[in-house]
């Protein structure tokens, strides 16, 4: 009886431990795509130079392969907020059928801000 009780207090003790294990882990986790979260800025150009509105900017993650997307303001530019830091991602621009080449923002680029320009090809 008393090896059956240090045999459930061993269990006890090592599944506690492995609770504040996990529990430390997503903290960690929660603090670092809150704390380091990275913003991806830029323009969109076409061939000629000028800005293009309303020309449809892809983000791709590489990691979860998650599109997102943002529609280039008057000025041409564009911006997605909240980057997870240790991720690559692809991001290229699209107006009226004619596209960007796709530029890639690397994991291990470390800057919290980081600017990309998007130029579309002639038609």
Do not use: C, W
Request: proline share 2%; aromatic share 8%.
């Amino acid at each position: 009886m008393k090896k059956l009780i240090a045999t459930a207090a061993i269990f006890l003790a090592s599944g506690g431990l492995f609770a504040i294990t996990t529990a430390k882990a997503t903290e960690t986790e929660q603090r670092s795509s809150q704390g380091e979260s990275r913003t991806l800025t830029g323009h969109v150009m076409s061939a000629q130079n000028e800005p293009l509105q309303k020309a449809i900017v892809y983000l791709k993650n590489t990691k979860s392969l998650v599109i997102k997307t943002y529609i280039s303001e008057g000025d041409g530019s564009y911006r997605f907020s909240g980057l997870a830091p240790n991720v690559d991602y692809e991001v290229y621009a699209e107006h009226d059928g004619v596209h960007s080449d796709t530029k890639t923002l690397s994991g291990f680029d470390n800057r919290k801000q980081a600017n990309i320009t998007l130029k579309l090809h002639s038609k």
